[in-house]
């Protein structure tokens, strides 16, 4: 797959923060970046601070777990991004393992855009709605593992709209 012109928004980080503005609010109130998307990886990034504190002085685990999400769901966004015939794509299940406080600049890396695109191309042949793991894992600035998300992501064939 060749890049598309949703990875040039995002990669566009003017333009992806009007994105985010529109159409994710809390991620953007909470600062997640990008700097990152290409078909097999994402990064995104979140910053430790007043925004995204909690009372014990590290990262509120509900902003890390909006970046290590937006992370895995760029890639899929990416996958079905004017998909002929259109994909739905949904959560059903999440789990988090946190390693240590996250303080500093977090960086989220997904690595499975590959196994996302085999999940699209069985949902396009079946008709039916494949479910698949997608990890991401949290670093900190020195490169010390601070979290590990795993979201189930589903994604299936649009029912057309009578």
């Avoid at 998909?83 to 988090?96: D, T």
């Avoid at 499975?112 to 695109?117: K, S, V, Y």
Wanted: glycine residues 6%; proline residues 3%; aromatic residues 12%.
């Amino acid at each position: 797959m060749q890049t598309n012109k949703f990875q040039k928004l995002v990669n566009n980080g003017f333009l992806f923060r009007l994105y985010l503005l529109k159409s994710l609010p809390m991620a953007f109130i909470a600062g997640i970046r990008v700097a990152e998307l290409t078909n097999e990886k994402a990064v995104t990034t979140v910053r430790f601070g007043w925004l995204t504190q909690n009372p014990f002085r590290s990262m509120y685990f509900a902003c890390e777990a909006m970046a290590a999400e937006m992370s895995t769901g760029l890639l899929v966004l990416n996958g079905v991004y004017k998909s002929s015939p259109p994909i739905s794509m949904l959560i059903i299940e999440n789990k988090a393992v946190y390693f240590k406080k996250a303080i500093g600049k977090i960086t989220f890396t997904c690595n499975d855009g590959n196994h996302i695109m085999e999940m699209i191309d069985k949902a396009k042949l079946t008709g039916n709605a494949v479910n698949g793991d997608i990890k991401s894992l949290g670093l900190d600035e020195s490169g010390e593992k601070v979290a590990e998300f795993i979201f189930t992501w589903s994604v299936k064939v649009k029912q057309p709209k009578y």
